[in-house]
């Protein structure tokens, strides 16, 4: 079992910046990639952004630029950097990991943000 927490989110006017965390628990040694989605009003969810184990990173070409996406494994924390921020970034974030052996990831219960003026 992974339990994941995810902070950081709130209300930033556009082309201000915040940073996400998602602090992961339990069986963290079998987690091989992390990664951050999204899901605004209406929409499906999207991913924004991966990291994987090597450190590999992926990013969605609506973010990439924009958007930063690290992990501490001290702390078994993965970040999102958003700077730049657009109206249309707003959205529940949603922290995910993947397990070796499992089919489906696990998922954080997420954390909002909003940009606005």
């Known amino acids: 079992q992974v339990q994941l927490v995810e902070s950081g989110g709130g209300l930033v006017q556009p082309g201000g910046s915040l940073r996400l965390s998602c602090a992961a628990s339990?069986?963290?040694?079998?987690?091989?990639?992390m990664g951050w989605y999204r899901q605004a009003p209406g929409k499906q969810r999207e991913l924004v952004a991966t990291f994987y184990s090597g450190g590999v990173t992926n990013y969605s070409d609506s973010v990439k630029g924009r958007f930063t996406i690290s992990r501490d494994n001290a702390k078994n924390t993965v970040y999102l950097q958003m700077n730049s921020l657009k109206p249309e970034d707003t959205a529940l974030y949603f922290c995910n990991a993947r397990v070796l052996g499992l089919a489906n990831p696990y998922w954080g219960k997420g954390t909002l943000v909003t940009v606005s003026s």
């Open positions: 339990g069986s963290i040694r079998s987690i091989y990639v």
